[in-house]
């Protein structure tokens, strides 16, 4: 299995910015794609943690509508890395960030980390 340790994570007001960044360790032979994902506070019953961006070994990129033309997500092969530039942060990106990874088949990889949390004040 593999395991992800978060950091980056801060208070930040609107409109402002931070970086989170990722480390995988363990048996990152199997990870193929990689992403953030944030729980947000008071979630739903039953809803789960969100996609919020998501790359593959070769670099394509996916975001949900909420954070697209806002936050950047990169990686470094080599280094089994993850990061996430965000900017123009609003209140409601506040939440507890994660990432995690899938294999070819697109099953997740990874326990879950302890998360990075993000709180931007308005």
């Known amino acids: 299995q593999v395991q992800f340790v978060e950091s980056g994570g801060g208070l930040v007001q609107a409109g402002g910015s931070l970086r989170l960044s990722c480390a995988a360790s363990g048996s990152t032979f199997s990870i193929n794609a990689m992403g953030w994902y944030r729980q947000a506070p008071r979630q739903a019953p039953g809803k789960g943690r969100e996609l919020v961006a998501a790359i593959s070994k070769g670099g394509t990129t996916n975001y949900a509508d909420s954070v697209k033309d806002r936050f950047t997500i990169s990686r470094d092969n080599a280094k089994n890395t993850v990061s996430l530039q965000m900017n123009s942060l609003k209140p409601e990106d506040t939440a507890v960030y994660y990432c995690?990874?899938?294999?070819?088949?697109?099953?997740?990889?990874?326990?879950w980390g302890q998360g990075a949390q993000v709180t931007v004040s308005s």
């Open positions: 995690n990874a899938d294999d070819h088949r697109g099953v997740l990889v990874g326990s």
